[in-house]
């Protein structure tokens, strides 16, 4: 994929048939769900671990994966 210069989309799209700007447009959205998807599940992942910091209380342990030792 090309470079995106600073004059905008303009100079990119100029003399391209309408299939290859379909195409593009199609490469791009792709390129940003992939991104938009990762980023989405990062964030809950960290809000999950930001929620359990703020409750000390609660056990970052599963009580079934992880029984508590005997002595």
């Known amino acids: 994929m090309e470079a995106v210069p ?4 303009a ?12 195409e593009l447009v199609s490469q791009v959205r792709r390129l940003v769900l992939t991104y938009k998807f990762g980023i989405d599940e990062i964030m809950t ?13 609660t056990s970052t342990r599963c009580a079934t994966c992880w029984p508590a ?3």
């Open 45 to 57: 992942k960290v809000s999950i671990l930001r929620d359990r910091a703020a409750s000390p209380q």
């Open 11 to 22: 100079p990119l799209l100029e003399g391209r048939e309408p299939a290859q700007v379909r």
């Open 69 to 71: 030792r005997r002595t």
């Open 6 to 9: 600073s004059e905008g989309l």
